[in-house]
């Protein structure tokens, strides 16, 4: 199975931070990777789809980038309701796998 | 507007069977690839299955292979995961997920998930 190295577990930041959440990829997945947005007692929200496609409705403060098997999530400016654990995942094999999740928290 | 609705979680002893499903809705079920995705109390996510479009292809965690059937109903706009030989490891929220898979692979619509409890 592919697996998906999320760094960091946790990180604390102020509104208004710039925020990068990195994921690597175990073998090449090409751009087969997506990122997640998970609030506790709500349904997953996906916010980047194929590495670096904003889905439909999410704020442009949220990008994606890719080198390689590395990836990027950057959140330029941080607001209140973006505190949340981010989860990238990839659709490359059969098996769909996700990261072990970066949780967001208020400095 | 798309709708995903699990049903179906509850309390079992280890060893014992659940059926989940979810009812889709504001969309042609039956031309998407859907997934079931677990999420264990205090831990990430994790793919448990998914099914093709007409039910053809079906593929599973290494952890549920053999003990969860993935199924659906496509008149009935349903998915179905059939749990059996339950575990202590299974205890989790599931949800239901639509696959999306042009231009990339993607969940872009998930339900609200429904709570498994294995414990005797």
């Known amino acids: 199975d592919i697996q998906m190295t999320q760094s960091p577990s946790s990180l604390s930041a102020s509104v208004g931070d710039r925020v990068t959440i990195t994921c690597r990829a175990s073998q090449n997945i090409d751009s087969f990777l997506n990122w997640f947005q998970h609030k506790p007692g709500k349904a997953p929200k996906l916010l980047i789809h194929a590495a670096s496609n904003l889905q439909s409705g999410v704020p442009s403060r949220f990008s994606g980038s890719a080198s390689g098997t590395d990836f990027t999530l950057t959140i330029s400016s941080l607001q209140p309701e973006d505190f949340a654990t981010y989860y990238c995942?990839?659709?490359?094999?059969?098996?769909?796998?996700f990261g072990q999740g970066t949780k967001v928290e208020i400095k | 507007e798309v709708q995903l609705v699990e049903s179906g979680g509850g309390l079992v002893q280890p060893g014992g069977s659940l059926r989940l499903s979810c009812a889709a809705s504001?969309?042609?079920?039956?031309?998407?690839?859907m997934s079931w995705v677990r999420q264990a109390p205090g831990k990430g996510l994790e793919w448990v299955a998914n099914i093709k479009q007409d039910g053809s292809e079906k593929y599973y965690v290494d952890s549920v292979r053999g003990r969860f059937t993935v199924s659906r109903d496509n008149a009935k706009n349903s998915l179905y995961l059939q749990m059996n030989s339950l575990r202590d490891e299974d205890t989790a929220v599931y949800y239901c997920?639509?696959?999306?898979?042009?231009?990339?692979?993607?969940?872009?619509?998930w339900g609200q998930g429904t709570l498994v409890t294995v414990s005797s």
């Open positions: 995942q990839q659709s490359y094999s059969t098996s769909w796998t």
């Open positions: 504001g969309f042609t079920f039956s031309g998407y690839w």
């Open positions: 997920a639509r696959e999306v898979r042009i231009s990339g692979w993607y969940y872009d619509n």
